[in-house]
């Protein structure tokens, strides 16, 4: 199992411009989520899906755009990017009686 | 709305001290996580609580809860510097959703 893969590492995006990241899972959890983690804030939830077809928002969803078309798949789409979108994007996933496994992260920064 | 506070935010220890992390939440809870997280890295899961008074060990660190009173406490004994990276909770709730909400994390830093 490669557990949750997240692309790319790292990213440059100037403002106004779009891009999706990738969160892809191999582990059959029905779980999902995606969090962004900025300094002395702890992680923020941005939006969720709790399997293929249903997503929810979060805590901070706007500016993010989120789809769930397939149980491994669950991309996190900037629609216009902002300076306030520099962070450190983390993806999540979980069956329902378990724990949840994070992706390594992807830094972006919006200039 | 669900509320997860740490405290402290920061802590330098000397090592072979011991020390308490603090992790106070507002409603109740179906399930308590600890994290460590080292700079530029993801989120390592060390311990899962799933109910009152339940207490985990790993190594130097040890874990309760304490459901009754909305709080969790992850101790730290005779710390080394290994231990030096940022502690988070994580609080999720079927009353709202299921949803992890995080405290804002322990910074701790453990000086030879």
Aim: net charge positive.
């Amino acid at each position: 199992n490669a557990g949750v893969t997240q692309t790319p590492k790292f990213q440059v995006l100037k403002t106004g411009q779009s891009m999706t990241l990738q969160c892809a899972q191999d582990m059959n959890h029905e779980y999902m989520s995606w969090y962004r983690q900025d300094p002395g804030m702890g992680l923020r939830l941005i939006h969720y899906s709790v399997g293929a077809g249903i997503t929810d928002q979060g805590e901070v969803p706007n500016g993010y755009n989120v789809s769930r078309s397939t149980t491994e798949d669950f991309p996190l789409r900037l629609l216009s990017a902002a300076p306030s979108q520099t962070s450190v994007y983390f993806c999540a996933s979980r069956i329902v009686t378990g724990g949840y496994t994070f992706g390594s992260g992807t830094r972006l920064t919006v200039v | 709305e669900l509320k997860v506070e740490q405290n402290p935010l920061f802590l330098s220890m000397q090592e072979g001290k011991n020390y308490t992390i603090y992790c106070n939440y507002s409603t109740t809870s179906d399930r308590l996580y600890w994290y460590r997280q080292d700079p530029g890295k993801s989120l390592e899961s060390l311990f899962v609580l799933l109910s009152n008074g339940a207490v985990k060990q790993e190594g130097r660190l040890m874990a309760s809860l304490d459901t009754k009173a909305r709080l969790s406490t992850l101790h730290i004994t005779a710390a080394v510097h290994d231990l030096s990276a940022t502690y988070f909770c994580a609080v999720s709730s079927m009353e709202y959703g299921n949803k992890l909400v995080f405290g804002a994390g322990t910074i701790l830093r453990v000086k030879s």
